[in-house]
């Protein structure tokens, strides 16, 4: 894996997601936002609805725009708050209202500028937006870059729990800027990262040893960046060729999350508290460690994932949150709401070591509940 990584590292990459007519490429490079305009004109968008948050706009939008406006291509933006709370179907109507005000079209483009947050919020708003509108995605932060604008998921929260209502919409186009992330307060980009290595020890072993050893590039804006980016999305746009809708083994890009969501909605999605990415961080350690208790992996793969996790200043327990959580009931309770519940049966992903990750249907609920209250101690 290193070699080979390092070999291709300073070029820019493409990485194809084959879904038949709804196929896209994934752009990863340095600059990529300033090929916004021509990527839409080659789109043929005559209009396009930026959706981005506050924080984002401040750094990237002014330069979006002149990108669009020497492309020809008409533009208006609409800006959410930063953060995890405009995840719900009050902003969503608002986004809603303003590409509508902007006529923005079937043939037209909605532009997602932004963190997981406004790819969500974006790209749920394409999917509804006069029953359906493409969208391309622009990442701005590393978690999105790695995930969440790959694979066509959107949507929002609720009361009941992360992202319960949304559709599945592929984006015609992601641009993914790498010097956008040269802006990232140095939390979000490690958050960003637990995405990185969740592929390495979801099923790449070697991958996860090159990051053992690579990673101070990946932080460091070394030529190991963009390759660490391109590997993710490759590993990504395999599984989600394989299985779009989520009925298989796409399943498994769920490592951690189980656990993590949990924990965010216990907190409340307070990001002073806990951001995503530390949620899937200490969820996947969880995973490992529930996997080690049940006799699945050794104690020593648990070890090594809690130890990597460490070395970037990834928390690896719930006991690491700010102002601690609830209690393990009240995480199994979480745990009900989660999507991937199917006739009130707990599933989990699981792992018989590292790279070794599998889908875990029925887990009973009494070792849950036993594992928790030993974890929050």
């Not at 968008?45 to 008409?74: C, F, Q, Y």
Request: hydrophobic share 45%; charged share 25%.
């Amino acid at each position: 894996m290193a070699e080979a990584a390092l070999k291709r590292a300073d070029a820019d990459e493409t990485v194809h997601v084959a879904l038949g007519d709804r196929a896209y490429d994934i752009r990863i490079g340095r600059g990529a936002l300033d090929e916004t305009g021509a990527s839409a004109r080659a789109l043929g968008a005559r209009k396009v609805g930026i959706v981005t948050d506050a924080n984002v706009a401040r750094a990237h939008l002014p330069r979006v725009m002149e990108s669009l406006k020497r492309a020809g291509i008409d533009a208006s933006a609409v800006t959410v708050a930063p953060g995890e709370a405009s995840k719900n179907l009050g902003t969503l109507g608002e986004v809603v209202d303003h590409l509508l005000a902007a006529r923005i079209e079937r043939g037209d483009l909605v532009l997602a500028l932004g963190g997981g947050v406004v790819g969500d919020l974006a790209g749920f708003a394409a999917a509804v937006l006069r029953r359906g509108v493409r969208c391309l995605q622009a990442p701005t932060s590393l978690l999105a870059q790695v995930d969440s604008s790959v694979g066509g998921k959107t949507g929002v929260n609720s009361r009941h729990g992360k992202n319960l209502i949304g559709a599945f919409h592929q984006p015609s186009l992601v641009l993914a800027d790498v010097d956008a992330l040269d802006t990232l307060p140095e939390r979000e980009f490690r958050a960003g990262y637990a995405e990185v290595a969740k592929y390495g020890l979801l099923g790449d072993e070697a991958f996860f040893a090159w990051l053992e050893g690579a990673h101070g590039g990946v932080f460091g804006g070394g030529p190991e960046r963009i390759e660490a980016i391109a590997a993710s999305c490759r590993a990504k746009a395999a599984i989600v060729a394989r299985d779009e809708l989520e009925r298989g083994d796409r399943a498994l890009l769920n490592l951690g999350h189980t656990f993590g969501h949990a924990l965010e909605a216990d907190v409340g999605y307070d990001g002073s508290r806990l951001v995503h990415g530390e949620g899937v961080a200490i969820g996947m350690a969880m995973a490992f460690r529930f996997s080690a208790a049940l006799g699945l992996c050794g104690t020593d793969d648990a070890a090594r994932v809690e130890r990597h996790l460490a070395a970037v200043g990834l928390p690896t327990s719930a006991k690491a949150i700010p102002g601690g959580v609830s209690g393990a009931d009240a995480l199994l309770e979480h745990m009900r709401q989660d999507k991937k519940v199917e006739g009130g049966a707990l599933t989990f992903i699981l792992a018989r070591g590292v790279g070794q990750a599998f889908v875990a249907r029925d887990v009973d609920p009494a070792k849950v509940l036993g594992f928790l209250e030993r974890e929050l101690g």
